[in-house]
């Protein structure tokens, strides 16, 4: 088995809290388990308006391409597309990424058409049983664990309601207990409350980080998340969150499609601010290219390129590869979501570091900070 990057990031986190550069990719690729049929994103033909959903073979195809690509970190998948890619197929064996599961799906994510359920209090469900993750049956064996995956989005939404959250922490205290005893590791998402009234809106990101801070205080190391997954709250309260306990890494998640400035921006600014994570989801899978946008957001994290110059950069690739944009570069480069504003782009800094032939075949998991920044400079002068 490779050595995964996710662990060798984490440790690197973990140990040098200031300096390191590490910074986690993830491809959430679980839509199925919210979205139903349209979780795979449109295709459209050459005539306009003759668009249908892509089939679950085609996203499954998207998420191969991407493990082949090799540029993320973790993939997140529903337990039934991990059983194909990672039981069936066996694709990361020989691969640095580390395969996910969607571990819950509480019921403000139950957003297929027609549905109104995500507008009334999350309620806890799980679908997922985290044998069939980890072995594809129920009651594993201790050898059978370890061939499946191993790690898991566990996600909360608090309606500041005592009944319905004590029913939400109930649920995350079972799960835990459930995982530690079948060595399952996993991180946590803690999402808005999904009712409005629940929280006056510029007390939410205050609102969550406090839910963290009081969920976790009384879960020992054994059972903690391995890092966080929240909406990005702004540099504020980012910056309160992370310097109240720094060994509790942070991720944003990506939300809405937006433009692709908004998706350059908030990974830029997020890590600014003290996120060491991104998990991007809808905006990666409507990309128009989906592994030459996860290429940039990498580009943009190592420091090589900043926002608005990757914005124009991926323009450029998606002209050489014969692909319509979804805007024109002018429209794309406008900041359109409310969180833009909080953070502001900060110029690249230039470092002299060694070059490395960008025809060399690369594996990033055993690369410096260093070196992925100079492999991708060079990738990028070529560009």
Known sequence: ????????????????????????????????????????????????????????????????????????????????????????ERLFENSHITPAIRANDATDVFAFRGSTIPQEHASPFRTAQLDHAQCGHLDCSPEERGRGANLGLYSVTFNNDRTLDLETLNAYNDFRAEAERKGFRHFLEVFHPNIQESVSAETVPYFINDVIARTLAGVASAARPVFLKIPYPGPKALEELVAYDPHLIVGILGGSSGTTRDAFQMIHDAQKHGARVALYGRKINHAENQLAFIEFLRHIVDGVISPAEAVQAYHSVLEKLSIQPHRPLEEDLQLTESVMSYGGEQPSQEKQVASIPPSVKVDFSKMSSEDRLAYHRERMKNL
């Open 1 to 88: 088995m490779i050595e995964k990057s996710l662990d060798t990031k984490l440790a690197s986190i973990h140990e040098n809290l200031t300096g390191s550069r590490e910074f986690i990719i993830a491809d959430a690729k679980d839509a199925d388990m919210a979205f139903g049929m349209a979780a795979p994103g449109n295709i459209c033909g050459s005539n306009e308006g003759e668009c249908r959903f892509k089939s679950l073979e085609e996203y499954r195809e998207q998420i191969r391409q991407i493990i082949r690509q090799g540029v993320v970190d973790i993939v997140l998948m529903s337990a039934s597309t991990s059983e194909k890619l990672c039981l069936e």
